[in-house]
């Protein structure tokens, strides 16, 4: 089956697009399969519950959490954005938790993140793992916080620096074989 | 001047903005002046760099923006989605902090929550404090959370229950008193 | 092989202690090995590097760093103190920490919280969840918070509700099937 | 009056007991009284509920608490331990939290950190402030975490780079500002 790579940013050039996408790449390396997806795919509304009342749960969100239910496993990378997880982010943990079942329960989940600064999104992690817990996902202990995003991938969106390659692949072979998958 | 009140909620029977407008009648009982604000007034879509770059900052959040700046103090309560504060107010926060310089730094902010279950946002209102204390503003120790929140309000959106009501005017009085507004 | 199962706090008549012991009855009931370990026959001063340059890893320190090490999972109830985890438990875990490699490390772990109020140690297990997660450990997503612990338990230390042992028994099945032990 | 500066640490070369006192010399020379008090000078046990009820709270964390009611604001700076507070700290905000009425509530406190790591702590001053702000105090919210602290201090114990002490000087500046004191 397929591991789940998303990014919890809309901006078409995000580090976090990039992140995710080298760790598919690696995965793939490894031998497992999986597949990128791209929430500006997923056309979502912000979370109002009388739209939830009125219209039910918007197609989007639904599609999203096929993908979610279909997956083994996620990898989610994630931009820092005022010491948490984006509002974007939020919104979509929000909507899709709205199905029920939840399509996050029971999931393995490693979450990495990108950062233009020096810290790697290391308190959007610490927000995050907080919130996914409480999801009921199985968070990988091990993450990676990727500072300085803007300067670390080439023109083709891989890592330039060959030991945050091999960091980033040593973590997805740790995860993989805890997940079981 | 006057105290800016609002709710992190959308739904137009929001616990969260009944609470807010109590605090409001509360305040004004104390001589205060304030405003409640609704954020299904401020037109705005979910956060994406690419949206900032081409268009810029967009007018709802300009409009939130100068109420913000406007304001000696600002009052929030905040319903607690998966164990954090809702997308709709993070993803508030993130474009309004995109303005420069940003209206939230230097606030005096006090902070309440409301929820259906028996925690009272307790957990909301810990992640809240670590946003907004990133975001320079004065976030005041104490808190009120309002636990079986549909439960606690009359038909006219007055707390039922005496207590809550000194213990929510009481907060204000301390609040008002060391923000020294 | 065995779970350990010890409480974050010293006082003989601990809550916390009885939970803990509550959790290796039903444990013991569900056919798994364990035993119960009390901090207090673990002698550690408060950390002091100056201590551990001169002396080494105390002797107590060791000790309970073996049957950390010897156990197949841990099962650990925790005290609130001040919103986060007991100075004592925190002081155990510094010491610990110091012992090469870490006892810690890779380790199936439960939290569990008792306490006198109506909260049940959440925001406790909120910081142990973040501090564990950095040790390396593989700290399950469910947990059980136990309000109002002094009225909790009856002469022979056994929970006085039925439903609350069964809301525990099932916590440990899903927690022993996770953790594969 | 004065500032109390104390480091949440006991090791005699601590990097934090340096960043305490060298706060304490700036803000000395911005025309303010301080002391610097050394945890290792407060004799204090493992908080135990047991020896608090056959012999009060001890001597120790008397004598610290009277120093904490003294002061007219505190500046506490602290290892991370463990991505959190030390168990030397939090033990002793647990048993001076015992004393009625409690000597930290509604003190002004400024927080710092200094790790040897790249972090300069920021994972303990995240939990620092949910602790402290439970505890009733008000935390101001800028802080100045010091990386690297290892190289951080000349022989006479005073940062060497300027920028530093910039930073940590303009810090206090806003802080002392901020508290009227």
């Given at each position: 089956m397929a591991?789940?790579?998303?990014a919890g940013a809309l901006r078409t050039d995000s580090s976090n697009k990039?992140?995710?996408r080298e760790a598919l790449r690696l995965a793939e390396s490894l031998g497992k399969k999986g597949q990128f997806v791209d929430?500006?795919?997923y056309d979502m509304p912000l979370y109002d519950g009388?739209?939830?009342a009125s219209s039910g749960i918007p197609a989007g969100v639904k599609k999203l959490g096929e993908a979610i239910l279909a997956a083994d496993a996620l990898v989610i990378s994630m931009p820092e954005y005022n010491s948490s997880i984006s509002g974007v982010l939020k919104n979509a943990l929000?909507?899709?938790s709205r199905i029920k079942p939840s399509p996050w329960d029971g999931k393995h989940t490693l979450l990495l993140g990108a950062s233009p600064g020096a810290m790697g999104a290391i308190r959007c992690l610490y927000h995050a793992r907080q919130i996914f817990d409480a999801l009921g996902m199985y968070v990988f202990p091990g993450t990676m916080g990727l500072a300085k995003s803007y300067e670390a991938f080439d023109e083709n969106g891989k890592l330039k620096d060959e030991k945050q390659i091999q960091?980033?692949?040593s973590l997805l072979e740790k995860f993989i074989k805890h997940a079981g998958i």
């Open positions: 591991i789940l790579f998303f990039k992140f995710a929430l500006r795919d009388d739209v939830e929000d909507w899709v960091q980033l692949q």
